[in-house]
């Protein structure tokens, strides 16, 4: 089991006449090789509780386990947690500063203490694993996109060579075309390397699409943690929270209204457009 969150509470300015509890209580596990969507409105506590993961923030109580030790254990080495849990921040490309590509991607092996050879290696395989072309390399990063920059970013946190990988609205602020590269990307290199890979996100079409388990965050509790299918057939207790379901949800549940039997737990497009084939050839 790789991480264990065990009744887990966090209060923004504890003790002062501004608190605010942003996490009641919770329970969960992530096991190994498993790609997690966490979802919620803002103010959820989705991203508060993605930073308590790698020890940014600590629980005002509760403990969280990762690999089996207690990461409040007065003896634990935080740095190799962050080294091993790795977080992108929401618009990361932020955060580059190098005067190219590479060097940025080779700072954090750098940071572990590694050689440069080794830095190298690695900042080398964690770009190519995110899809940047190898022309790229020596660029500046404040001359690419803003998906370039995403990848860059990512592979930052790769070359890091974790066993977790947290992304936090990861494709924020990007057109279309560069969300689906980005979490296409994400998906295939946690099909190919087994990563747990946790994705913190507003869309419900981008986590319906890509992830194996759907977490709902709603004021600082677990709502739901389920798979997809299992999770969207709540889409009116989800409208209530101030969250939706993907909109094929609301397609095939008006298409089943006016009489054609569908599949109203279809989650993606490509399921919608089977499910509607096939009533169709029944017809």
């Known amino acids: ?19 605010v509890a942003a996490l009641k209580d919770v329970c969960l596990q992530f096991p190994d090789g498993q790609f997690v969507g966490i979802i919620g409105h803002t103010g959820s506590g989705k991203s508060t509780l993605v930073q308590h993961l790698n020890g940014l923030l600590k629980a005002t109580s509760g403990h969280i386990y990762f690999n089996g030790e207690d990461i409040y254990d007065r003896d634990y080495d935080r740095k190799k947690l962050r080294s091993k849990v790795g977080l992108v921040f929401q618009y990361p490309e932020h955060q580059l500063f190098e005067v190219d590509v590479f060097s940025d991607v080779c700072f954090g092996p750098k940071n572990l203490g590694l050689d440069r050879r080794e830095a190298e290696l690695r900042a080398y395989e964690a770009l190519r694993k ?12 404040f001359d690419l996109s803003g998906g370039q920059k995403r990848r860059v970013a990512i592979a930052g946190v790769l070359a890091m060579k974790p066993d977790v990988l947290i992304l936090d609205e990861p494709t924020a602020g990007l057109d279309p075309k560069g969300r689906d590269e980005i979490l296409s990307q994400i998906k295939r290199l946690q099909t190919e390397t087994g990563m747990t890979i946790l994705l913190v996100s507003h869309s419900m079409e981008d986590v319906a699409e890509y ?3 759907i977490i709902v965050m709603n004021k600082g509790s677990v709502m739901y943690d389920d798979g997809p299918r299992e999770v969207f057939r709540h889409y009116k207790e989800l409208e209530e929270v101030g969250l939706a379901a993907p909109q094929v949800t609301y397609i095939l549940h008006r298409l089943k209204e006016k009489g054609m039997d569908v599949d109203v737990s279809a989650t993606t497009v490509g399921e919608a457009a089977e499910t509607v084939l096939r009533a169709l050839g029944r017809r």
Do not use: C, K
Not at 8 to 17: A, C, F, L, R, S
Not at 131 to 140: A, I, P, R, T
């Open 1 to 19: 089991m790789s991480i264990i969150v065990d009744h887990v509470n966090y209060i923004y300015g504890e003790d002062t006449p501004l608190a």
């Open 211 to 213: 992830v194996d388990r």
């Open 130 to 141: 995110v899809g940047l072309e190898e022309e790229l390399f020596y660029q500046s990063p």
